[in-house]
């Protein structure tokens, strides 16, 4: 069965005892590798290597844990030191709206969470 959907759910108190719960399930291929990865504070100024293309670092970068595809740099959800938490969600579009260009190497959904957390 081909996944269709991600879902994303968030429950807070008082219908939690503390904190907040964060859940997500995933639409990515069966078989695809999903790893856990913690990145520490880093200082570092270079340019940011994301998935295809490369864009300016925005400053020093938060701690966070992150689940996602081993083979690339985006993150499916997860949280930073800040307590910051994110899922990603899938959007389908056939680009009405823009060049229509499917060979241009762009940001995909999963970059722009982990730039989020990281900055």
């Not at 081909?2 to 078989?31: A, I, W, Y």
Request: net charge negative; hydrophobic share 35%; aromatic share 8%.
């Amino acid at each position: 069965m081909t996944p269709k959907s991600c879902d994303t759910f968030v429950v807070l108190p008082p219908l939690t005892k503390h904190g907040v719960v964060f859940g997500k399930n995933s639409d990515r291929p069966q078989g695809e590798v999903q790893e856990v990865v913690y990145y520490p504070v880093s200082e570092s100024a270079d340019p940011v290597k994301c998935t295809y293309i490369e864009v300016e670092a925005a400053g020093p970068t938060r701690a966070v844990i992150l689940s996602k595809p081993s083979w690339m740099w985006g993150a499916e959800m997860g949280a930073n030191e800040c307590g910051v938490v994110i899922g990603n969600e899938a959007i389908h579009t056939n680009d009405n709206e823009g060049d229509h260009d499917p060979t241009i190497k762009r940001l995909l959904g999963m970059d722009l969470v982990r730039y989020v957390f990281h900055f």
